[in-house]
């Protein structure tokens, strides 16, 4: 399927599509920046708040969240309540915070309309904790919004390659 793109968010000149891919590159390392930092405050700003956030199961990748069972499936209220629990002493499987380091590649941007951007990449997220070592390899499917300040998520999935998570089964960090 071939993208559409709007002329007010990507023009058709080979050099205005690479300055907005790398617009949206640049976003997305920021906020892997952020997530390995741990400053969840400043990673639940960058979230419209009609936001939705979905990992599928490992077993269904286009599992769809309102009849399939998934890892996650949270609207920005549900976020919010991630983020305070991971930051507290609640979440004891984050407590202390894991190590993470994440890579982000193959940025593209597939479809453009109006404000709106819908985007993929891929993503490989290392995890450090009690001396082991986790690795998540997955993609986002995105949806982000054009603002005056820069872009905001609208919509995040994240959809892990792995067949199965590690021996913990355990996915306590924001991937």
Known sequence: ?????????????????????LEVEEFLIEE?????EWRL????????DDATYVVPSTNLNDGDPTKDLTLI???RLRLEWR?????????????????TRR???????L??????????????????????????????????????DGFLIRRRRAEIDQERLSPNGALSMIL
């Open 1 to 21: 399927m071939e993208p559409q793109m709007s002329d007010t968010l990507m023009p058709q000149t080979t050099h205005d599509r690479l300055m907005l891919r």
């Open 32 to 36: 892997a920046a952020i997530l390995d």
């Open 83 to 99: 983020v305070k629990r991971l930051k507290s002493r609640h979440a004891h499987r984050e407590y202390p915070w894991s190590r």
């Open 103 to 109: 890579l982000v590649t193959n940025v593209r941007v």
């Open 111 to 148: 479809e453009t309309r109006d404000d709106e951007l819908d985007i993929t990449a891929s993503i490989l997220v290392h995890r450090f904790r009690h001396g082991r070592q986790d690795h998540f390899v997955a993609r986002y499917l995105m949806t982000l919004v054009r603002t005056d």
């Open 41 to 48: 405050d400043d990673w639940i700003a960058l979230f419209t």
């Open 73 to 75: 499936d949270d609207d």
